[in-house]
Structure formats: C-alpha cells, structure tokens
Nanobody
C-alpha cells in the first residue's frame, strides 16, 4: 500500500521558516519524482516545487522561487520542503505527491499525501 505521510506544518510568523517532510512507503522511492503543492479553500491547487528522481532537476513556481527549497533523501524515502521568508499569502494546505512520470508541465502525480496546514500570520 503506497503511503505518503506528511509532517511539519503549523503556525509561523511572517518572515519565519518551516520545514515540511514527506515520508513514503510502499513504493520504490527513487523511481518517483516528488512535488509539493498547496491549496487554499476556494482556490485551485497550486504547484509549488518538484524534484526529479535523482534530485538533479528542480522546478519551482514563481511565487516561491528563492524562498522554498525541495530536497530528497532516497535512502530514507523522504522529501522535504524548506520554506523560508514566509509570507501570509503562503498560508495553505500543503501536499506532497509522487509521480512515476517524467516531470514537466502538467505532470500527472500518482500518489498524494494527506496534506498539512501552514498558517503564516501577519
């Protein structure tokens, strides 16, 4: 059974940092690209960052480029999202996801984590 279990969300003041983690099981982790997405109630899900299976390719959304960093540890089957210089507009539920497909525009992700809320106060 494939599972992506997230942790690390919470409340932080603007300008602060949070680190989200995604622990995978039930799949060969190194064969999957990993992405992070976020969603606010009433809005569509937004792409945040993604990392290729080897870690050699990283893609970032414009709104987080330079502030958010994605990483992965294939030996531990984990992927992290380091969020720095957080802004109130970063408030959302964050999801990690895994895809067996090549990363690119509109990549379909096969598995999703449960989501974890991040709230950034003014």
């Amino acid at each position: 059974q494939v599972q992506l279990v997230q942790s690390g969300g919470g409340l932080v003041q603007a300008g602060g940092s949070l680190r989200l983690s995604c622990a995978a099981s039930g799949l060969t982790f190194s064969r999957f690209g990993i992405g992070w997405f976020r969603q606010v109630p009433g809005k569509e899900r937004e792409f945040v960052v993604a990392i290729s299976r080897s870690g050699g390719m990283i893609y970032s959304g414009d709104s987080v480029r330079g502030r958010f960093t994605i990483s992965r540890d294939n030996a531990k089957n984990t992927a992290d999202l380091q969020m720095n210089s957080l802004k109130p507009e970063d408030t959302a539920v964050y999801y990690c996801a895994a895809t067996y497909r090549s990363l690119g525009p509109d990549t379909i992700f096969d598995y999703w984590g449960q989501g974890t809320p991040v709230t950034v106060s003014s």
